[in-house]
């Protein structure tokens, strides 16, 4: 081959190998909206490979820029401050109950006084005082008052708290007092004298009280 005629393959060959970088360099050139579209329109007519070194361009002949193409899966690791092993902290105590233990059944409640002269043909007025005299709660359930004429009023459910009062009435409703009543159609204390008498739920004497 002459070397004219290698001079003219070799031009040819410079030329072809010119006109990609010249055409990537007008596209920097283009406004960002058109350069994106041109971008992507290599890219969708591309294959896998030349998407990746299609995008190598010259910004103003100062650096190369290199795109990221399709990310590489990175190693997830796993999320800091949240340590998989428990610290040092002490494992949860479960609360306990108020006193872990039923109120008592038993303790020391007095009969303190009888209004036993109560107004009315019936004195459904009257009634009976009672006293919790003992540092604690007691239940009255199944508690039992009763007259000399063994008129028997039997406790519902109820604590009856340290200190605290309750009135069990002949025929009267006082939420106030407790809320005791016998629902008697007739009076019970004697006016003349009578024997109060107070059990615990297992028919144990707790107190008795005595008027002339
Ligand atoms: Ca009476
Ligand atoms: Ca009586």
């Known amino acids: 081959m002459h070397a004219q005629t290698r001079r003219q393959v070799f ?3 410079l030329l072809a190998a010119c006109i990609p970088l010249l055409l990537l360099q007008q596209v920097t050139d283009s406004s960002t909206a058109a350069q994106s579209t041109i971008f992507r329109s290599f890219a969708a007519s591309s294959t896998e490979q030349s998407r990746v070194y299609l995008p190598l361009v010259m910004r103003g002949g100062a650096a190369w820029s290199i ?3 399709t990310p590489t899966a990175t190693e997830q690791l796993p999320a800091t401050g949240t340590p998989l092993i428990p610290t040092n902290s002490p494992m949860p105590i479960s609360t306990p109950t108020a006193t872990g233990k039923p109120p008592a059944t038993a303790g020391n409640v007095d009969i303190v006084n009888i209004f036993y002269d109560g107004a009315g043909i019936h004195e459904t007025g009257e009634y009976v005082e009672i006293k919790n005299l003992d540092v604690v709660e007691i239940q009255l359930a199944n508690w039992t008052l009763r ?11 109820f604590l009856i708290q340290p200190g605290q009062t309750c009135r069990v009435y002949t025929n009267e409703d006082h939420a106030e007092w407790c809320g005791f009543n016998y629902g008697s159609n007739v009076e019970i204390w004697n006016n003349s004298g009578d024997k109060a ?8 004497l707790v107190d008795v009280y005595i008027y002339p």
């Not at 007259?147 to 459910?157: G, H, K, R, V, Y």
């Open 11 to 13: 031009l040819a060959i």
């Open 147 to 157: 007259d000399d004429a063994d008129n028997i009023f039997t406790f519902p459910a």
């Open 67 to 69: 795109p990221i193409g």
């Open 197 to 204: 008498t107070l059990r615990d739920a297992s028919g144990t």
